[in-house]
């Protein structure tokens, strides 16, 4: 490749990182919530879930989604935790046993963390602490139950995700009065492979019924479409260079 062949390619990818085509920053999110202010640790969770169906259904546009149960794992407070094929958990904070930190099958009662899953018994707690979910294939969604919140402890901004990036974004779901279970979830236009969740509060609390979606092989990410778009421009230029310069 010639002299001008490279200015021409070089100025064309100047344009394309200024377009945000390549490297695309972190952006939107669109959250789903819902809450069962007091709900028993059996349910039912009507608000919840319904905010989860929501949640599913919006993120299932950028490929299947998977829920981690919890169920089949080890109980304990241990790190990183192999949650799924392909997605690692790490957490920090205290270890304050059963029923409050790790997995768990100990339920205390519906102002702590709790179960959710049909005909389940499993949840995961990291109180006053956080957990980093890591994930192979990126994915532009997330969203879980949380059980045992409430505003006694939490207030209102309770929920902070720190995204691989290392941007930080603190969420507003409203928060349980009298514990109980509630649902958040939110997707993305830009996909990530890791998140932070951490409660800004010392309450004790869970989730379980973590759901994320896995990229679809068959259908390109958003933004791909233009880039290929322009990949077939680029390659079109520096062939008619190649020719005009023969």
Known sequence: MNLLTRHWGTAILAGLFAAGAIGAAHATTTTFTGQDDGALTTGPFPNSNAAQTSFLAAASAFGPTHTITYESLATGYYS?????????????????GSGFSGISNTTIGNLYGFNTTSAGSQWLG?????????????????????????????????????FNDGTSQLFTPAINVDGGAAYFGFTDTSPFSSLTLTNLSNDAWGIDDTSFNGRSTSVPEPGSLGLLGMGALLTGVLMALRRRLA
């Open 80 to 96: 990183p935790i192999a949650a799924a094929p392909g997605v690692s958990i790490t957490l920090t904070g205290p270890n304050f």
């Open 126 to 162: 990291f109180a006053g602490g956080s957990a980093t979910f890591t994930f192979a294939a990126p994915t532009y969604s997330f969203g879980t139950f949380l059980t045992g919140l409430q505003t006694v402890f939490s207030g209102t901004n309770a929920l902070q995700v720190t």
